[in-house]
């Protein structure tokens, strides 16, 4: 796990907001491979779909690097 996620994740936990973390480097328990760029838009696109879900109507932000 990266410090500078884990500490971003945590500020926003302490704020109310929801989190959810995830690599493309499939690490970890991810089932998934990392395709170098090709594909991972899927990924995000998934990832603010199960947020906007959980989320309703609050806001959603979007971090990463």
């Known amino acids: 796990d990266t410090p500078v996620i884990a500490d971003l994740a945590a500020a926003l936990v302490a704020t109310g907001r ?13 089932g998934g491979r990392a ?11 998934a990832a603010c779909a199960f947020l906007r879900a959980a989320a309703g109507k609050d806001p959603l932000l979007l971090a990463g690097y």
């Open 35 to 45: 395709e170098g760029g090709l594909v991972e838009d899927r990924d995000v696109v």
């Open 18 to 30: 929801r989190v959810l973390r995830f690599s493309f480097r499939g690490a970890g328990g991810s």
